[in-house]
């Protein structure tokens, strides 16, 4: 989403592969780049390679936060609980785990 690709700094001037998408702000462009996403946890590291969507800032999706989607939350268990503020989130699928 806007908000975070201003906070890590993306240059939408080099984002060229694109794409347009409905969700909860309306219909948007999203440029398409190779990613990986790494979590840390209990000593081990757990990696994925994805097909990244950032979307180009408008005013109505501009503070809207980043969500991870279910192509990386599948292989997780998530618990969330609002009373105990907790969330936590443990792997379930074997191939999970990626090597670097």
Same mark, same amino acid.
């Given at each position: 989403?806007?908000?975070? /690709?201003?906070?890590?700094? *993306?240059?939408?001037? #080099? $984002?060229?592969?694109? @794409?347009?998408? +409905? !969700? &909860? ?9 190779? /990613?990986?996403?790494?979590? *840390?946890?209990?000593? #081990? $590291?757990?990696?994925? @390679?994805?097909? +990244? !969507? &950032? ?46």
């Amino acid at each position: 989403m806007p908000l975070d /690709a201003w906070r890590i700094g *993306v240059n939408y001037a #080099e $984002l060229h592969v694109s @794409e347009r998408s +409905l !969700g &909860i702000g309306g219909v948007s462009t999203n440029f398409i780049e190779p /990613a990986f996403l790494a979590f *840390v946890g209990d000593g #081990e $590291l757990y990696g994925y @390679e994805i097909q +990244l !969507g &950032i979307c180009s800032p408008t005013d109505e999706i501009v503070t809207i936060p980043s969500l991870l989607g279910r192509d990386i939350i599948d292989y997780w268990r998530v618990t969330y609980s609002k009373p105990e503020l907790r969330l936590v989130a443990d792997v379930v699928a074997a191939d999970a785990r990626q090597a670097l």
